[in-house]
């Protein structure tokens, strides 16, 4: 009787999504209310719009993409604009991968498996982590951050199937670029 041996790294093909920088935006502008204006811009550009959401997802707040529209978590209104603008500069990320891959391959990499959850995620975070070293103007401590996101993600998104060092790893070096490109 054989054992199927399961698979836990994330293959080259798979690294190389996570570290693509073709869906991220420029020209994000430092001023926070300006940076919300243009996302919010670019969004609808795109043909998006927005509710806001009364669930949650295993306890959580989230903000999500679904069917042109971008769900805003339940308590919006209490993020600060640095917060706001950011998020929308992710979600943006996610409207670009839907345009390009369609919505059932989008959908299908999220569900089906972690290792196409973490190539959708890593480069929306990304954008984040830009986001947020455009806007603060020095203030973010995006290392602080990089290592709590690492820890939450890995859990939120139910990652744990990938090998733990070379998540850390590979996630951890990905965004500690997109800070060094942001200064």
């Keep these: 009787?054989?054992?199927?041996?399961?698979?836990?790294?994330?293959?080259?093909?798979?690294?190389?999504?996570?570290?693509?920088?073709?869906?991220?935006?420029?020209?994000i502008p430092e001023d926070p209310e300006e940076s919300l204006a243009e996302a919010r811009r670019r969004i609808k550009e795109a043909g998006w719009g927005f509710y806001t959401r009364k669930d949650t997802y295993n306890g959580r707040k989230y903000s999500v993409t679904w069917r042109r529209r971008i769900g805003l978590s339940a308590n919006w209104e209490s993020y600060s604009t640095i917060q706001k603008a950011s998020i929308l500069w992710h979600e943006l990320v996610h409207i670009r991968q839907r345009q390009r891959m369609g919505h059932s391959r989008f959908v299908w990499l999220w569900v089906m498996t972690a290792f196409g959850r973490w190539t959708l995620e890593v480069p929306a975070y990304r954008q984040s982590i830009i986001a947020?070293?455009?806007?603060?103007?020095?203030?973010?401590?995006?290392?602080?951050?990089?290592?709590?996101?690492?820890?939450?993600?890995?859990?939120g998104y139910k990652l744990g199937r990938i090998n733990n060092k070379q998540y850390t790893d590979e996630t951890t070096k990905i965004w500690h670029s997109a800070r060094m490109k942001a200064a």
């Design 132 to 155: 947020y070293e455009i806007m603060s103007r020095g203030q973010f401590n995006g290392t602080e951050y990089t290592k709590n996101k690492v820890v939450s993600m890995r859990k």
């Design 1 to 27: 009787m054989s054992t199927l041996r399961r698979r836990t790294k994330l293959s080259k093909k798979e690294l190389s999504r996570g570290r693509s920088t073709r869906y991220l935006d420029t020209g």
